[in-house]
């Protein structure tokens, strides 16, 4: 059974930073393209960024790309986002899960930005 466990979202003051990390179980970890997700309120789920079994990383944008890092350890079947810079934009439930064919949802972790 393929199961994601996310952590690490809190309430924090726009400029701040925060590291989520996601558990998964269940599946091929180390083999697969893995990405975090996330939704605002009242807005559909959308990609943040994704990293492949190799390592090779992509953003959903620009900004993104110099605010997050996506990375992983394999040997923990952990993947993590570091944000930095935080706006009220990021406000959102963020979520891990496959890149590729996703498969059943975790809980999510919630980020919000705020003063």
């Known amino acids: 059974q393929v199961r994601f466990v996310e952590s690490g979202g809190a309430l924090v003051q726009p400029g701040g930073s925060l590291t989520l990390s996601c558990v998964a179980s269940?599946?091929?970890?180390?083999?697969?393209?893995m990405a975090w997700y996330r939704q605002a309120p009242g807005k559909e789920r959308e990609l943040v960024a994704s990293i492949t079994e190799s390592g090779g990383t992509t953003y959903r944008t620009s900004s993104l790309q110099g605010r997050f890092t996506i990375s992983r350890d394999d040997a923990k079947n952990t993947v993590f986002l570091q944000m930095n810079s935080l706006t009220s934009e990021d406000t959102a439930v963020y979520y891990c899960?496959?890149?590729?064919?996703?498969?059943?949802w975790g809980q999510g972790t919630q980020v919000t930005v705020s003063d």
């Open positions: 269940g599946l091929r970890f180390s083999a697969l393209t």
């Open positions: 899960n496959r890149r590729y064919a996703q498969t059943t």
